[in-house]
């Protein structure tokens, strides 16, 4: 015992450190066998090569490293330039554009309604002032507006006027709206076209196959009793890289009259001419050129109560309501439609004047006198 | 003499072994280990090669005696000193044993 004590006392650190080091390595062995048993068992139970993929997918997945593209091989910016079909007015959309392109075209979402009851009670301010145009229960049923006064290139401040004195969400409103939408663009009894396309380009887009936000119409899609009463209205000139009509004024100042007669021309044959004259072709009954004339058979229609300053309007409106377009086309649209309403309205409570009135190459004017009689 | 002395230190490192495989001090140790190679990629690289003695002899014919014969000794090679570097193995784990080992070697010289 003594001389094991005398031995062990004898033991220096590094024996102690050779023993630890012995252990070490025993652990060592013991954790590679362990690892053998466990890839021994994955083998015999068929786990073991389960987290591998076959070689014909290695090279699916393979990591892309050319420039330009990411890692799986997609182009950055792809979706950028795609266009997507809208399936609701079957336009070719910018992607990025879509989702807000689809909010307006089918008229949900909040910005929708919001601009759809804006431009309801414009085309109604719009529908008041021509008025000869206009139905008989739109007239009645609006409220008092101050919408016959304002130009329509002022068309924002029409909004912020009419707006406390009309309930843009009134049923009357829905009525009107209704009213628009249900009248196609087909039919020649096209009064209200002339009120959607504004000077200002501001559209109703009720319907959104023909009219869009911008300024301009695609005229192919437009009949020819259509295009007919479009250019007797509007500008009419087709912009170069838009490819639509201008749907100013005839008297717009980014086209020439030139370029007006050449459109006509080329739509409604050779014989088309700007409405200026042509309403002298179509009214050989009376001379439009004569505003006097046409001053004093207002006034003989029993009108006798207005105004030099409401004749002189309602003149005009007279011309616009009946195609024709003598020396201020913009006023046409614009001034004293109301005045004019009035005019009709007093005219002995013409049943014809109050309804929608069809817009015939021929002006109705010879049947209205002959009511009269 | 010689003999003897050799046979004290088996004894001894006997005696140690069991002290610590009764304190549980090896199990732990050794949990600690396995979790370093693991940590410093030695059981990928190993699994790698078993996967080509695997291939090699047909997935049906392995035996467990194959698997051993094969991976030890690269476990315990080249790769396996560089792992240990890289994860310290040597510095915490032996470092961890030494101390262990000491301690279990005082307390038998008083029972010895």
Request: with cysteine; net charge positive; glycine share 6%.
């Given at each position: 015992?003594?001389?094991?004590?005398?031995s062990l006392s004898g033991l220096d650190n590094s024996k102690l450190e050779a023993i630890a080091q012995e252990i070490y390595a025993d652990l060592v062995e013991d954790s590679c066998l362990g690892f053998c048993f466990e890839v021994?068992?994955?083998?015999?139970?068929?786990?073991?090569?389960?987290?591998?993929?076959?070689?014909?997918?290695?090279?699916?997945?393979?990591?892309?490293?050319?420039?330009?593209?990411?890692?799986?091989?997609?182009?950055?910016?792809?979706?950028?330039?795609?266009?997507?079909?809208?399936?609701?007015?079957?336009?070719?959309?910018?992607?990025?554009?879509?989702?807000?392109?689809?909010?307006?075209?089918?008229?949900?979402?909040?910005?929708?309604?919001?601009?759809?009851?804006?431009?309801?009670?414009?085309?109604?301010?719009?529908?008041?002032?021509?008025?000869?145009?206009?139905?008989?229960?739109?007239?009645?049923?609006?409220?008092?507006?101050?919408?016959?006064?304002?130009?329509?290139?002022?068309?924002?401040?029409?909004?912020?006027?009419?707006?406390?004195?009309?309930?843009?969400?009134?049923?009357?409103?829905?009525?009107?709206?209704?009213?628009?939408?249900?009248?196609?663009?087909?039919?020649?009894?096209?009064?209200?076209?002339?009120?959607?396309?504004?000077?200002?380009?501001?559209?109703?887009?009720?319907?959104?196959?023909?009219?869009?936000?911008?300024?301009?119409?695609?005229?192919?899609?437009?009949?020819?009793?259509?295009?007919?009463?479009?250019?007797?209205?509007?500008?009419?000139?087709?912009?170069?890289?838009?490819?639509?009509?201008?749907?100013?004024?005839?008297?717009?100042?980014?086209?020439?009259?030139?370029?007006?007669?050449?459109?006509?021309?080329?739509?409604?044959?050779?014989?088309?001419?700007?409405?200026?004259?042509?309403?002298?072709?179509?009214?050989?009954?009376?001379?439009?050129?004569?505003?006097?004339?046409?001053?004093?058979?207002?006034?003989?229609?029993?009108?006798?109560?207005?105004?030099?300053?409401?004749?002189?309007?309602?003149?005009?409106?007279?011309?616009?309501?009946?195609?024709?377009?003598?020396?201020?086309?913009?006023?046409?649209?614009?001034?004293?439609?109301?005045?004019?309403?009035?005019?009709?309205?007093?005219?002995?409570?013409?049943?014809?004047?109050?309804?929608?009135?069809?817009?015939?190459?021929?002006?109705?004017?010879?049947?209205?006198?002959?009511?009269?009689? | 003499?010689?003999?003897?002395k050799m046979n004290k230190d088996a004894q001894m490192r006997a005696a140690i072994n069991q002290k610590l495989i009764e304190t549980g001090e090896r199990e732990r140790l050794k949990e600690l280990l396995r979790a370093k190679l693991i940590e410093c990629g030695w059981k990928d690289q190993l699994k790698?090669?078993?996967?080509?003695?695997?291939?090699?002899?047909?997935?049906?014919?392995?035996?467990?005696?194959?698997?051993v014969?094969?991976i030890t000794p690269k476990g315990r090679g080249k790769e396996y000193k560089l792992c240990e570097r890289k994860c310290g193995l040597r510095h915490d784990l032996f470092s961890l044993l030494l101390v262990q080992v000491f301690f279990f070697f005082n307390k038998e010289k008083h029972s010895f």
């Amino acid at each position: 015992m003594k001389m094991e004590e005398m031995s062990l006392s004898g033991l220096d650190n590094s024996k102690l450190e050779a023993i630890a080091q012995e252990i070490y390595a025993d652990l060592v062995e013991d954790s590679c066998l362990g690892f053998c048993f466990e890839v021994h068992r994955a083998v015999k139970c068929g786990y073991f090569f389960l987290d591998d993929t076959d070689p014909e997918s290695m090279k699916d997945f393979e990591i892309v490293d050319q420039p330009g593209l990411d890692i799986f091989g997609q182009v950055f910016n792809q979706w950028k330039s795609k266009e997507c079909v809208c399936p609701n007015c079957s336009r070719s959309i910018a992607a990025s554009r879509f989702a807000p392109h689809l909010e307006k075209c089918l008229g949900m979402g909040r910005n929708s309604s919001r601009i759809a009851n804006r431009r309801i009670a414009n085309s109604n301010n719009m529908n008041k002032s021509e008025s000869d145009q206009e139905d008989n229960d739109d007239i009645n049923d609006n409220d008092w507006s101050y919408g016959s006064e304002k130009k329509a290139k002022k068309r924002k401040s029409d909004k912020l006027w009419y707006l406390p004195f009309q309930n843009p969400n009134s049923p009357r409103r829905s009525k009107s709206l209704k009213h628009k939408n249900g009248f196609s663009v087909c039919t020649s009894a096209s009064n209200t076209l002339p009120l959607l396309f504004s000077s200002s380009g501001e559209l109703s887009n009720s319907d959104p196959f023909k009219y869009n936000n911008s300024t301009g119409i695609s005229y192919e899609t437009l009949g020819p009793e259509e295009l007919r009463s479009l250019l007797t209205t509007q500008c009419g000139v087709i912009s170069e890289h838009t490819k639509k009509m201008c749907t100013r004024s005839l008297r717009c100042p980014q086209h020439t009259d030139e370029q007006r007669r050449a459109v006509r021309i080329y739509f409604l044959g050779p014989s088309a001419v700007l409405p200026e004259v042509e309403s002298s072709l179509d009214n050989d009954s009376f001379d439009m050129t004569d505003s006097q004339a046409l001053i004093s058979r207002l006034q003989w229609d029993g009108s006798s109560d207005l105004s030099p300053s409401d004749s002189g309007s309602s003149k005009t409106s007279e011309n616009q309501g009946w195609g024709l377009g003598t020396n201020s086309s913009e006023s046409r649209k614009t001034k004293k439609k109301k005045s004019h309403l009035s005019l009709v309205g007093t005219a002995s409570g013409l049943g014809s004047n109050k309804k929608k009135k069809p817009k015939p190459p021929a002006p109705p004017t010879p049947s209205i006198y002959d009511d009269i009689n | 003499m010689v003999v003897s002395k050799m046979n004290k230190d088996a004894q001894m490192r006997a005696a140690i072994n069991q002290k610590l495989i009764e304190t549980g001090e090896r199990e732990r140790l050794k949990e600690l280990l396995r979790a370093k190679l693991i940590e410093c990629g030695w059981k990928d690289q190993l699994k790698a090669h078993c996967k080509e003695v695997i291939k090699e002899k047909g997935l049906e014919h392995v035996t467990v005696d194959d698997l051993v014969a094969e991976i030890t000794p690269k476990g315990r090679g080249k790769e396996y000193k560089l792992c240990e570097r890289k994860c310290g193995l040597r510095h915490d784990l032996f470092s961890l044993l030494l101390v262990q080992v000491f301690f279990f070697f005082n307390k038998e010289k008083h029972s010895f």
